[in-house]
C-alpha cells in the first residue's frame, strides 16, 4: 500500500495513489482520517459541504444542541485533547460543537487532506484491479484500495413534499439545512412543521422572536426537561481526574451513556415508589428517565406507567387542558422513538402568541401563496420552518450510486431494507465500510462513542490486512444473514419495533419497514465486533493477492 501523501485537488485524477477514500468529514470522518494517517496509510476525505462538522455543520437552527451530556458526546481518543478542550455547557449548543470539530480538525492537521465542497456521486469496485473508483460531483475519479463511508446517519435531511410549495411568497428553511448567516423571526408570523428533536428545540427560540408562531403537529414526541446549564468546575474536574473510569463505564453500557439503571421492574414497586423514580430522573433531566425500571423498552404496562407519567408532567405545565392533550404522545411506546431533550418546550406552549395545530386530525393540504391551508383553516405565514427529519441511516449511503461485484448496486441490494453484517460491512461489496451502518447500535446510542469504536475496529482491521498481505475483506451471505436475523430478533424482544418511528424507515415513503440499528447494547456489540476480529475476522472471507 502507498505511502504517497495526498494532496486534494478538485477534478483531478488520483491514479492510483489511495489507500482509502473517505466520505464526509463530520465525527467518523475526521477521526477515520486520523487514525489511518497515524498507521501510515493514505487516505482523502471528500466532503460536500465548505467545512467540517457533519451534523453540526448543517444544523444551524436555533436551540440546536446535543442531547448527550458533552462530556461524554466528544471524543475520548486523545487524553490531551480531552484535558485542554473544556465544554461550556452541560448540554452543548451546535455553534460550540462546530468550534470543537473545527478545533480537532487543526489540533491533527486534517484539513489538508479534506476536499469541501465535493459531493461524492458514485463508488465502482474493479473485480480485476481490487479497487475502488469514487467519483464526485466536481469530476474527481480516483482510485483507492478501500471506500469508508462517514456519510452520516441524520445527514440526508428530507425534501418537503408539500403540494405547491413553490406558489408560497415566502421563506422557507429546512432545519437540516440552516441558513449560515441565521435568521431572524423578529415580528413575522412563522409556522413550524414537525415536532422531532430538531422542532422542539427550536420552537421556544422562534417563539420567542415571532409576533405569531403556529405549530403544526402531526405526531406528538416525548420530551424530558433538559436542565440545561453552565458545567460547574467541580464536574469538569471530577471528569478530567476519572477520564479513563467513565469512558471505560461508558463503552460497555447499553447506550453508550451513562445512566443510573434500576434494576427493578416498574410493576414490582408501589406507586408511590414509582412515582418518586419517575419525579428523581425528571428534575435530574436527559435520559436518565429511560433508566427509571429495568423493564421499560421491554414490558409495555411497565412502559405505561413512565409515558403516563409523562403525560401529567405535560398537563401540570401546559395550561390549556385541550392543549395538553394534544401535546400528550399515546401512539407508541415511550422511548421507542428517540426521546427529545428540551429547553421549555411543553411551557411555550403557556404563551398567547403559539398555536397549535393538530396537523393528524386537521392535514395539512397544501402551500398556498400567503401560507399553508389545513384541512379546515388557512394560515398566512410569512415564513415556514420544515423540521420534517431525515431519511435515516440508509438515505446518505443510497445517495451514492454505489456499486460492488458484478455491478450491482447498493440501492438494489437494499431495496428490501438494509443487510449488512455488525453494520459494518454488505456481502459482494469488498473493501467497503459503513461507520455506523444499519445493523450497529449508531443511532441508538452516544454516537461519538460508536464511531470511535467502528473507527478503530476498521483501522485495525486495515492494518491486519496489511500485515497479513490480504487484499479483500468481505462479509459472507451466511455471516449477514445470520447477524440480520440477529438484529431482528433482539429488536422483537422490545417494543422498539411498535412505533411508526425513523428507525423503522416509517417517516419515508415507500420505504422498507425494517428496524435499522442493533438494540443489544453498546458494550455487548463491542465485545461481539472485537471476538470477531480476535478469530481472524469470522463471518469475513479474507483472500490473497490476485484472487
Ligand atoms: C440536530 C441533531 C442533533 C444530534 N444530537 C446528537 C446527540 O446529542 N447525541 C448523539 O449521539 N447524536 C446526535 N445526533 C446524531 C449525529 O448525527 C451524530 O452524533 C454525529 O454527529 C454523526 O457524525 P458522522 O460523522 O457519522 O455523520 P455526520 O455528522 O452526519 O457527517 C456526515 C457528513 O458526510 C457528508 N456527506 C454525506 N454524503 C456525502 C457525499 N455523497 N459526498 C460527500 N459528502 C457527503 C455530509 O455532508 C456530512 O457532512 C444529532 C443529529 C442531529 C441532526
Redesign the pocket.
Known amino acids: 500500500m502507498s505511502d504517497v501523501p495526498s494532496k486534494p485537488m478538485p477534478g483531478g485524477e488520483a491514479g492510483s495513489a489511495l489507500d482509502a477514500v473517505i ?7 475526521l477521526y477515520m482520517l486520523h487514525r489511518l494517517r497515524g498507521l501510515g496509510f493514505s487516505a482523502r476525505v ?4 465548505s467545512g467540517v462538522g ?6 444551524r437552527y436555533p436551540g ?1 444542541r ?3 451530556e458533552s462530556m461524554q ?1 466528544s471524543y475520548s481518543f486523545s487524553a490531551e485533547l480531552e484535558q485542554e478542550w473544556q465544554w461550556s455547557e452541560r448540554y452543548a449548543s451546535q455553534p460550540e460543537i462546530l468550534r470543537y470539530l473545527n478545533h480537532v480538525a487543526e489540533r491533527f492537521d486534517l484539513k489538508r487532506d479534506i476536499q469541501f465542497e ?3 456521486t458514485a463508488a465502482t469496485f474493479d473485480e480485476i484491479a481490487n479497487r475502488w473508483t469514487i467519483q464526485t460531483d466536481r469530476g474527481d475519479r480516483v482510485s483507492a484500495k478501500f471506500c469508508i463511508m ?6 440526508a435531511a428530507k425534501v418537503p413534499d408539500f403540494r405547491a410549495l413553490e406558489t408560497f411568497q415566502g421563506k422557507w428553511y429546512r432545519t ?1 439545512h440552516w441558513p449560515h448567516e441565521g435568521v431572524d423571526f423578529t415580528g413575522q408570523r412563522v409556522g413550524v412543521i414537525g415536532t422531532g ?2 422542532g422542539i428545540q427550536s420552537i421556544p427560540i422562534i417563539a420567542g422572536q415571532a409576533s405569531h408562531l403556529f405549530v403544526f403537529q402531526r405526531t406528538p414526541n416525548f420530551s424530558v426537561p433538559a436542565h440545561n446549564g453552565p458545567l460547574s468546575p467541580d464536574v469538569i474536574q471530577d471528569w478530567r481526574e476519572h477520564r479513563a473510569e467513565y469512558r471505560h463505564r461508558d463503552r460497555t453500557s447499553a447506550f453508550g451513556i451513562h445512566i443510573e439503571q434500576n434494576t427493578k421492574s416498574a410493576l414490582e414497586v408501589s406507586s408511590e415508589e414509582r412515582q418518586s423514580q419517575y419525579e428523581k430522573r425528571w428534575e435530574r433531566g436527559g435520559f436518565s428517565l429511560v433508566g427509571a425500571f429495568a423493564d421499560l423498552i421491554l414490558n409495555k404496562e411497565a412502559n405505561d406507567t413512565a409515558a403516563e407519567f409523562v403525560r401529567s408532567q405535560i398537563r401540570a405545565i401546559v395550561r390549556d387542558p385541550a392543549v395538553a392533550e394534544t401535546l400528550a404522545p399515546r401512539d407508541f411506546p415511550l422511548a421507542t422513538k428517540r426521546i427529545c431533550v428540551d429547553t421549555g418546550y411543553y411551557a411555550t406552549f403557556n404563551h398567547d402568541n403559539v398555536t397549535l395545530i393538530d396537523a393528524r386530525a386537521t392535514p395539512i393540504e397544501e402551500i398556498t401563496a400567503t401560507g399553508l391551508r389545513t384541512s379546515k383553516a388557512e394560515y398566512t405565514l410569512d415564513s415556514i420552518v420544515f423540521a420534517t427529519g431525515f431519511d435515516a441511516m440508509t438515505g ?1 449511503l443510497c ?2 450510486d454505489i456499486r460492488g461485484r458484478a455491478g450491482a448496486a447498493l440501492k438494489e441490494r437494499w431495496s428490501g431494507g438494509p443487510r449488512t453484517y455488525l453494520g459494518i460491512m454488505v456481502a459482494g461489496f469488498p473493501n467497503l465500510f459503513t ?2 451502518g444499519p445493523g450497529s447500535p449508531s443511532v441508538l ?4 462513542l460508536s ?1 470511535e469504536q467502528h473507527v478503530d475496529w476498521i483501522a485495525d482491521c486495515l492494518a491486519y490486512l496489511r500485515e497479513h498481505r490480504i487484499a479483500n475483506i468481505e462479509a459472507t451471505v451466511n455471516a449477514e444473514n445470520e447477524w440480520g436475523a440477529h438484529v431482528n430478533q433482539v429488536a422483537n424482544f422490545t417494543l422498539f419495533p411498535q412505533a411508526n418511528s425513523w428507525y423503522m424507515g416509517a417517516n419515508i415513503p415507500g420505504k422498507p419497514r425494517v428496524f435499522m440499528p442493533y438494540i443489544g447494547g453498546v458494550g455487548v456489540y463491542r465485545q461481539k465486533c472485537d471476538e470477531i476480529a480476535a478469530d481472524g475476522y469470522e463471518g469475513f472471507a479474507l483472500s490473497p493477492p490476485g484472487s
Request: aromatic share 14%; with cysteine; proline share 0%.
Open positions: 466520505v464526509g468529514a463530520g465525527f467518523a470522518g471528500y466532503e460536500a459541504a457533519g451534523t453540526w455543520f448543517w444544523n440546536a446535543c442531547d448527550v458526546y465535493t459531493r461524492v462517514a456519510t452520516g446517519c441524520l445527514s437540516g428533536s430538531s446518505a445517495n451514492i461507520i455506523t446510542s452516544n454516537m461519538v464511531i
